[in-house]
């Protein structure tokens, strides 16, 4: 639907948005695993989209996979457990697998998903190690289907808004980068402190947005990496795994990118970047809304703070619409499976920095945005 | 879905939220109107309803509803026109008329729905007349249906959290509220700048926010009106409608609210409460999104300025759920006609008061919340 | 003393600031009330000044005038009464007395220095009436002397640039203007709820900031005034003197300002502009510190708020050094006596619309900025 | 001057502020260096002191020194240039001696100030090498005189405001600090580009602030330090000194501390502070003023931002002022000779650790607060 303007020329442009597919039309996901994030994020953001729909769930739990199945209307014949998923393969309301399962588990339904055919869009971290991303990447392209990582932010519309300022010059050449995203872990008993589940601690889960954002923001890889780590003596919760860590990155343009993380600390997500004619700063980066754009330069002789307006959208809405646009356009997901990769083989030369005290060196990155999809379009 | 907290305990609490109701379950609403408030937020905000659908439309564009109908997955027979809008008395899917047309058609509209037996959702203001608006709650009682008037603030979270602070006692003794709900109009042809259409200019349609406000945030009724109008001489928006409205409301309890709505300012909403101990600032407070909220307060000796955390949702989305929630519960709506009623009266009175360049007196207002159903319960 | 420019040409602009005036050669002033006033803010803001020091002290209590003058390393012939005041005509280090007593006493004290052929800088209120005020400013016409009135915030960076922006364009044509100033009065011995010393209550002490403002900015005179006006019945603090006033002014132009003042409230200062093209808002406009200016407008299709960067400085310092350079330079002060002549006519129509219920209608003002002197330069 | 309150008690306290000292009990100080922050800052600060008095002036510009002088009231006599400057020690007006030269003047001045057995006050940093700084420390002590080095960030009051809060368990344990303070260096010639006048480029002059503000907030020294630097190749700024350096600190407590620092991005300062319970942001956090202190914490299960109400002070005066209560009262500065020469300490680490590419280790540092002087009293 497109409507007449009827505010002033000097109010807020209203561009009409593109009106949603028939719920025919959309492209069908089975959402693999039913736990908090996919209760209280995914399966609600679906209500948001325009180009998908929720088609099957699987789950090792039989009763939840029925409430939620009920919930969302589906039928007993959409719901999988781990034994039966690989029947998904003659399903053909099904063209997307969502994986949301702990990250140990990612790889064995990535594989099995390819196997059946279907598209692949995989939470963040892809897997417990560039190996296993590797074999995933691989069994996608021999299987013939796509494969994204559901990076959020680099859908998120703040973001998106941010990185387009940094490309289009206004804050002249970047200098440097922090980020920060941390959190408090409770219950020990979680699987993502269990390291044979979650690869490590606070760096794969949390830390790793400060990572990818670095990346995502200047396009290129780094070169050198410093890292130091610190998990506080006798806390149960960091028995296996990592509690904090803070690694710089060194790109190849000469931005200095300083990541902080930690399972230990109240939330808290903040992002800064320098460049030589302005600063930007995002409050709550990472957080799953809430992001607030601000943006400092000089403007007749004097500092101005401008707060940026962005459209206020869900995420994940919009992560899970790209998917479903590279499935009916026949596009590469900006965020395949390389992109994964990468952040992998940089987890694990953050891990041996850390471990060495000797900054790791890495070959150049190559072209920038070197292991991304065709750039977003125009947000709609 | 309840999930294990996995949080430390000094991070924000996790409620669990109840899960939506079942397709099929939840109340069936008729969207009569289709124009920018339907389809750029009444429309997709049911995508975020646990307890509501989208059942039928009401267009006098038979494309417009084709072409909506379609991306909802309505059949033909879900597609009303105004002529052959009475035949909904016959569609068992439909519970709710949610009236979305401009003010005038509204009356005729509730008394048809009420007529057809169904319960209505009609948008503000009800009317464009306290006598019509009188007419349509009688036409509602008759026919044993629900009348709620969609303000939406009164369901917003913010409000309501201003609300409970307000009650709590947070703030002391209220002394004085400001409100101010401006924005410029363009397209002189619009329906919003004909006084047969519309009933009035910003007043009835922006500024009625600053006295519901008002209102809502008391839980009394003005005793003492006065005003002021100013429309630009010659300008083409405002031959019909008045373009500006600074008016006063003196409440039983003392509170002084001073109110400004403007056709011609640049959008811009705020809304400031002060009180014996403290005071509120909401930036946006009437826009459809984007809310937040700040109270100043003394802590050990120093001004503090608190932003406040509060649930970020959909407020139409909250609104219809509210309705259909009293569909389900039997309950009467916290916003019923009455509450609609009790605007034009006042909006009369600060025309008059205007006019005359004389404070206007009113009589008592009775009882806390006078004009409203019970209570909303926790936020959930 | 100036600098070459060390930063780069993109960092905010240092402008060299002309350098302050050797202690001899800058204007003396007698501060003539030791009250709180000139205890923690004016006379601390001398050491902030660049054309004007301390010469001399008139006070009633002879140990606190002892006391003062001591920290101020200023000799006892320094140090007056209110008997011995009128020899300061005899004092050549003497150019300026500040009267910051009581209201009431305001106007002896600018007759007695007018007569001592001293130039007078007359806190605000000037008066308790406009009878009081027109013979103030004929004792100091006849007498040759300065007359201004010391409205700091038409000295405050921010609200100079708030201006500035106005003029310029930058807002489009103003529509509305909101003000607030309230705070809670305590002790209820003070003289600022007698009426025989403050000569009212909220309105003539802080809600004149509101009024002030209004008029500073458009440059205009009210030609209607509605109002309200309440106090708690049985608060022993109001016995004599007005709680709360709300008043709405319109201006030639159409601006609609609407005016909060309370002494009941929480400490609270807001100040809202709403034009055409965008809106600004200032918190803590009233403050002595701690101004901040919001602007709020779109760029490229969306809106976004800046805050803007101003200059900190100490506003009483501008405004007494604003009354030095007036002196030194022979021009007139920019608020002269006529600025709060006006206030005192237009606080009495204040008074009258709220009792009488009735809309005073006033006369037109004249031309832009008719009570004010020459405007302010660059800020220096 | 003690005044009554007049505020109710639901306002900020209104504390009493001691009175100033009459110009002659002050304590004198020699301004040793007519800069840029001798001329903007420094001098001008003075006007705010309570106890401090500028009694002399050390230039090696006749013209400067006798400008200044005469728009201080400075006789001739008051004026030094560096051949004169030992004759300082006849001029019983002078106590301290405050070095505001490039930094490898500063122990040449130090040193003979103190063979003059003058107090000094030495701006940051004190020296261009620990071994400079030792010399300068030994000298001061040799001659019985104090050594305060001008850590102005220490005696900030939202700095002092935070690090209570810090110590106070406000935010549980600390996991995470971040700073960052940048700013784009212009002009090519200026003196903080030559290695043997700054000792070093962007981390001896304002990286400093974020290494000593580490410490300052954790009280420890670290054991750990990692460190990333990067010149732009060819930019002729960067020729002898670095552009941008990215360090990180691990305390013994395990705090990590992530710092960045750069001459080559537009001005901005960032303080982060993360601990369990809470975080902690400071806009502007090394600026000469504006800083603004948010607190991030869960109220009611809620997250609530709060923005700390903080007097607002002179930093500059409250450090010059201290420096002189130290002198009256014969007690140690909080921020001695030892101080400054453990950042010189630790500013070598991070050179070696930049340039090996090493994780460098350092010994325990022994008690909170170990290189400090007793702690500030309540501010005043």
Chains 1, 2, 3, 4 share one sequence.
């Not at 199945?69 to 399903?91: P, Q, V």
């Not at 990076?151 to 922090?178: N, V, W």
């Not at 709550?284 to 000089?298: C, D, E, M, P, T």
């Amino acid at each position: 639907m497109k409507f007449d303007p009827i505010a002033a020329a000097t109010e807020p442009a209203q561009k009409p948005k593109p009106g949603p597919l028939p719920p025919a039309e959309r492209v069908g996901f089975a959402i693999a695993g039913l736990g908090r994030l996919a209760g209280e994020e995914v399966i609600p953001a679906f209500g948001e989209c325009r180009r998908s729909r929720i088609a099957a769930l699987v789950s090792g739990s039989p009763e939840k996979a029925a409430a939620v199945g009920k919930s969302l209307g589906l039928g007993t014949s959409a719901l999988y457990d781990y034994e039966s998923f690989d029947r998904i393969a003659d399903d053909p309301s099904v063209q997307v697998v969502y994986v949301i399962t702990p990250n140990a588990l990612h790889k064995d339904l990535v594989i099995r998903a390819a196997r059946a055919k279907k598209h692949v869009l995989c939470e963040k971290p892809m897997a417990t190690s560039s190996a296993d991303a590797r074999e995933m990447i691989e069994a996608c392209d021999r299987a013939g289907v796509k494969l994204m990582i559901a990076y959020r932010s680099q859908y998120q519309k703040h973001h998106r808004r941010l990185l387009g300022d940094m490309r289009s010059g206004r804050f002249g050449t970047i200098k440097m980068i922090e980020a920060v995203n941390v959190q408090a872990q409770g219950d020990v008993r979680q699987w993502r402190l269990r390291k044979a589940l979650a690869g490590g601690g606070s760096l794969p889960d949390i830390g790793l947005y400060c990572l990818n954002e670095a990346r995502f923001l200047t396009g290129e890889e780094p070169v050198e990496i410093s890292a130091q780590i610190y998990s506080t003596p006798g806390d149960p919760r960091f028995a296996e795994v990592e509690e904090s860590v803070a690694f710089t990155l060194r790109f190849p343009s000469g931005v200095l990118a300083s990541c902080s993380t930690s399972y230990g600390a109240h939330k808290s997500q903040h992002l800064l970047v320098n460049g030589e004619r302005g600063w930007a700063r995002m409050d709550k980066a990472f957080a799953y809304r809430g992001q607030a754009l601000h943006i400092g330069s000089v403007e007749n002789g004097a500092e101005v703070v401008e707060t940026v307006g962005v459209e206020v959208t869900n995420q994940f809405a919009d992560e899970i619409d790209h998917m479903a646009q590279c499935v009916l356009e026949g596009r590469v997901p900006r965020t395949p499976g390389q992109e994964g990769l990468q952040d992998h083989v940089l987890m694990e030369a953050i891990y041996e920095a850390a471990r060495t005290g000797q900054t790791v060196k890495l070959g150049p990155g190559g072209a920038l945005d070197a292991t991304r999809g065709p750039p977003l379009g125009e947000p709609g």
